[in-house]
């Protein structure tokens, strides 16, 4: 078993539509959650950044972690085509190492 | 220019060549990471650096070397291209856990 899973999708929405995207883990001592933004031929870059539980928010973008759940979600509201990219989740422990495990990331397609 | 630079951006080359992939920064990070991308396993760690005496291997280092020429140059070398190393392959620097900063990648294929 992956220590984090993530749907590699496509994901298809008509523009405008929210968004929900997912991730999964299992080890309990992740604290520190990311999100990535990747583009075609592009290195990605970060979206969004979590430090344990809770919501996070900036603009469009909503972050979610539930740890008891061990379960992370990225909301983009009204989408646009300019979304259409692959989001990739990341998450690190509190070990000092600052290594990040991914996902496998999640292609999404917006739809004019 | 780009905080994080790989150079080249594409390469072909030939099963058994020595290759060489470079990285430098502008942003000053201490940690450097090589990551290589492929499609269905994501991103995984080949090498990481946290400062220029200080090299750690990641989680599929096996036939492949680094090289931490200053605080702001990391290079990943490849001894002996295999074609299963065909793969795009991410730079990245960090100061902590505020997440990386990611270079555009090296596309290589070897042949």
């Known amino acids: 078993q992956k220590e984090v899973e993530q749907d590699p999708g496509p994901l298809s929405v008509p523009e405008g539509a929210i968004v929900s995207l997912n991730c999964t883990y299992s080890?309990?001592?992740?604290?520190?959650f990311m999100w990535y933004r990747q583009y075609s031929r592009k290195g990605p870059e970060l979206l969004m950044y979590?430090?344990?539980?809770g919501n996070k928010e900036d603009g469009r973008f909503t972050a979610q972690v539930d740890k008891s759940s061990k379960y992370i979600s990225l909301f983009i509201r009204d989408s646009q085509p300019s979304d259409s990219a692959t989001y990739l989740c990341?998450?690190?422990?509190?070990?000092?190492?600052?290594?990040?495990?991914f996902g496998t990331g999640t292609r999404l397609k917006v739809l004019a | 220019d780009a905080d994080v630079t790989q150079t080249p951006r594409n390469r072909i080359t030939k099963t058994g060549k020595r290759i060489m992939l470079e990285c430098s920064q502008t942003?000053?990070?201490?940690?450097m990471y090589w990551y290589r991308q492929d499609p269905g396993l994501g991103l995984r760690l080949i090498y990481y650096?946290?400062?220029?005496?200080?090299?750690n291997k990641g989680e599929i280092s096996d036939g492949y070397s680094v090289s931490r020429q200053a605080q702001a140059k990391f290079s990943l070398s490849l001894e002996s291209a295999i074609p299963n190393q065909t793969a795009l392959y991410f730079c990245?620097?960090?100061?902590?856990?505020?997440?990386?900063?990611f270079g555009s990648g090296t596309r290589l294929t070897v042949v």
């Open positions: 080890n309990s001592a992740f604290q520190y």
């Open positions: 942003k000053g990070h201490d940690r």
């Open positions: 990245a620097t960090s100061a902590g856990f505020y997440g990386y900063t």
């Open positions: 650096s946290f400062d220029v005496k200080d090299i």
């Open positions: 979590t430090y344990s539980s």
């Open positions: 990341a998450m690190s422990a509190a070990s000092g190492t600052y290594k990040y495990i």
